[in-house]
């Protein structure tokens, strides 16, 4: 199995303008998460989804942010405007409900630069 | 308040030592532990989950311990090596439901 794969591994915009970062789970998975991180606050789940259906975004910290998942197999984390602060590094991870948590799988990252 | 600390922040050590992370978190009342490193510029890696039924876990040369009734957990390192230097991360879910609450990692570096 190839992991999670995301993409792009970096990007850099300038503010204001739309950004969307991209992840493919591991086949079979049924939820998928998007996490942020930065030295400051280190890792900040966003939201997460269960079978494509987003159970809990209370960690989106705006509404300039937004997250879909049209199937099992792709996600996207959209964020218009971007601002400078939103720069850090979003992951997605995937995990298996085998009736007890199973562990979680992480992507590389996208470092985002936002200037 | 539900919270996980890990102290140090950063442990270096000779090669071939065994070492002892720590973790502790806030209400016994856990669903489960999971123990994650981290290398620069990388995703994290699972390392070990704990059931909140399970005492401990073993991995080659990890082991992982829990104590509920005291708030703890430990990764050992045993006969540890330049290759194992990372940022650990303990990770703790109180639900079912994947909510987990992370500590903000231990920077281990072992020295050759």
């Known amino acids: 199995d190839a992991g999670v794969i995301q993409s792009p591994r970096h990007e850099v915009t300038e503010m204001g303008q739309e950004v969307t970062l991209r992840c493919k789970p591991i086949s079979g998975h049924d939820y998928l998460f998007w996490y942020r991180q930065t030295m400051m606050r280190g890792l900040e789940l966003l939201i997460y989804f269960n079978n494509n259906v987003p159970i809990d975004d209370s960690g989106m910290p705006e509404d300039r942010f937004s997250a879909k998942m049209p199937n099992a197999s792709f996600s996207t984390l959209k964020i218009q405007p971007s601002e400078p602060r939103d720069s850090a590094v979003y992951f997605c991870?995937?995990?298996?409900?085998?009736?007890?948590?199973?562990?979680?799988?992480f992507g590389n990252g996208t470092r985002l630069t936002v200037t | 308040k539900q919270e996980v600390t890990q102290i140090p922040a950063a442990l270096s050590v000779p090669e071939g030592e065994n070492l002892v992370l720590n973790c502790s978190f806030t209400d016994s009342a856990i669903y489960n532990l999971q123990w994650f490193r981290q290398d620069p510029g990388k995703g994290l890696t699972s390392l070990l989950l704990i059931q909140s039924s399970q005492r401990e876990q073993t991995s080659g040369r990890l082991n992982a311990s829990l104590d509920k009734s005291s708030g703890r957990s430990t990764l050992y390192i045993a006969a540890s090596q330049p290759g194992d230097s990372a940022t650990y991360l303990c990770?703790?879910?109180?639900?079912?439901?994947?909510?987990?609450?992370w500590g903000a990692g231990t920077k281990l570096i072992i020295k050759p």
């Open positions: 990770a703790v879910s109180w639900d079912s439901n994947y909510q987990l609450i």
């Open positions: 991870a995937s995990a298996y409900d085998r009736g007890v948590n199973s562990p979680l799988h």
